[in-house]
């Protein structure tokens, strides 16, 4: 218990830190969507870009790794949406949006800093492949299925053209891929500019985390708390318990390689959850409370995760 204590308990201090520093107004509420802005499109581009320029894709790229990963989170999604239109009487387009809260993971904020404590920089390789299909794979897969159950009668390519469009112009997919070009291409970074982008990618941990704890005040709980306790419990409890049946009892991965995926899976809904509600203007509170319940449940769930793969 010592060990998950000192793991988890510096994470979610800086989390407490931008909350009750935001709370109290020691830090002003009109500076966190800029704060986000700054992690999501700018700081955590450029952490990605420089984790796949380091990547030895051959050793990395493992599928038996990624797979159960993206089932297992592909799995909640559909739960959820079943859930939100059977149980809560949600519209299609808005049982998308409460879907996709139990999809999206945190795993760049929290799952980055709480995995690397736990297990390890050994750690990161595995890590990072993951989170470089993350964004592209589930944004593509909520914009398509939102775009597929809201088109009111628009030809299919069109509604796969809006979503591709959307998936382009996503920041964190344009830092992954000039990583990865640069890195297949065999050139290196200018040494001033390798400086400069180190210099921004230290800042992304404390920054985003901070900003977390600082967004985490604008959410309050409401009459949507039914339905988002249901999405964080698929998010925080489905997601890695499916994972884990896959990784170790089906595929027989080792339990300290395929922990690190199942404590990643583990991680709550992250705040992209919430950016993709408010953009298709479909389920925003619903995917606000899942964000604030999940995180505040994932102080003893990823306890309790810690201590089941001990």
């Known amino acids: 218990m010592l060990f998950i204590f000192n793991v988890i308990a510096p994470v979610f201090c800086l989390v407490g830190l931008g909350y009750f520093a935001t709370w109290f107004k020691a830090f002003p509420q009109d500076g966190i969507k800029g704060l986000i802005a700054f992690t999501n499109n700018f700081a955590a581009p450029f952490?990605?870009?420089?984790?796949?320029?380091?990547?030895?894709?051959?050793?990395?790229?493992?599928?038996?790794?990624?797979?159960?990963?993206?089932?297992?989170?592909?799995?909640?999604?559909?739960?959820?949406?079943?859930?939100?239109?059977?149980?809560?009487?949600?519209?299609?387009?808005?049982?998308?949006?409460?879907?996709?809260?139990?999809?999206?993971?945190?795993?760049?904020?929290?799952?980055?800093?709480?995995?690397?404590?736990?297990?390890?920089?050994?750690?990161?390789?595995?890590?990072?492949?993951?989170?470089?299909?993350?964004?592209?794979?589930?944004?593509?897969?909520?914009?398509?299925?939102?775009?597929?159950?809201?088109?009111?009668?628009?030809?299919?390519?069109?509604?796969?053209?809006?979503?591709?469009?959307?998936?382009?112009?996503?920041?964190?997919?344009?830092?992954?891929?000039?990583?990865?070009?640069?890195?297949?291409?065999?050139?290196?970074?200018?040494?001033?500019?390798?400086?400069?982008?180190?210099?921004?990618?230290?800042?992304?941990?404390?920054?985003?985390?901070f900003g977390l704890g600082a967004a985490l005040t604008q959410y309050r709980l409401s009459a949507s708390w039914a339905p988002a306790l249901a999405m964080a419990l698929i998010k925080n409890l489905l997601h890695p318990a499916l994972a884990y049946v896959m990784l170790v009892p089906l595929l027989g991965v080792p339990l300290e390689i395929a922990r690190i995926v199942v404590l990643?899976?583990?991680?709550?809904?992250?705040?992209?959850a919430y950016i993709f509600s408010t953009y298709f203007n479909r389920g925003t509170d619903v995917a606000a409370t899942t964000v604030l319940i999940g995180t505040l449940l994932s102080v003893f769930t990823i306890s309790f995760w810690l201590w089941v793969l001990s």
Do not use: C, W
């Open 264 to 272: 990643l899976a583990a991680m709550p809904t992250g705040i992209n």
């Open 47 to 209: 952490l990605l870009f420089r984790a796949m320029l380091t990547i030895d894709f051959s050793s990395a790229l493992n599928p038996n790794l990624i797979l159960p990963f993206y089932i297992a989170a592909l799995t909640g999604f559909v739960v959820g949406i079943i859930l939100a239109r059977t149980q809560f009487g949600a519209r299609p387009g808005v049982s998308v949006a409460i879907g996709f809260s139990a999809l999206f993971t945190n795993t760049v904020l929290l799952g980055i800093p709480i995995i690397q404590r736990a297990y390890g920089d050994e750690a990161l390789p595995t890590i990072y492949m993951i989170i470089g299909f993350h964004a592209p794979t589930l944004m593509s897969v909520g914009m398509l299925t939102m775009e597929m159950s809201r088109r009111d009668g628009r030809p299919i390519s069109h509604a796969l053209r809006d979503a591709l469009k959307r998936i382009a112009t996503n920041p964190l997919l344009i830092g992954i891929a000039s990583g990865v070009a640069l890195n297949l291409s065999g050139l290196q970074l200018p040494l001033f500019l390798d400086d400069a982008t180190k210099l921004l990618v230290s800042a992304v941990l404390p920054t985003a985390l």
